[in-house]
């Protein structure tokens, strides 16, 4: 699986986290549930998701 990093706020973290607890999962399996569209994606979630393509665009375009 392909590494990602990416850098959130406190209050975001904070929010992610106690999701992950009421759902009973782990922050990573949190944030993939979110990101394959498991809830209704915030706007931030949207704007985040594609930046992440437009640059995975821009690499396989490099080469």
Do not use: H
């Not at 399996?29 to 437009?54: F, I, K």
């Amino acid at each position: 699986m392909p590494k990602l990093i990416v850098e959130v706020d406190e209050e975001l973290y904070q929010m992610l986290q106690e999701a992950a607890r009421v759902n009973q999962l782990t922050l990573q399996d949190e944030c993939l549930r979110r990101l394959e569209g498991g809830v209704r994606r915030s706007r931030y979630m949207d704007a985040l998701l594609a930046e992440l393509r437009a640059g995975d665009a821009q690499r396989r375009a490099k080469g």
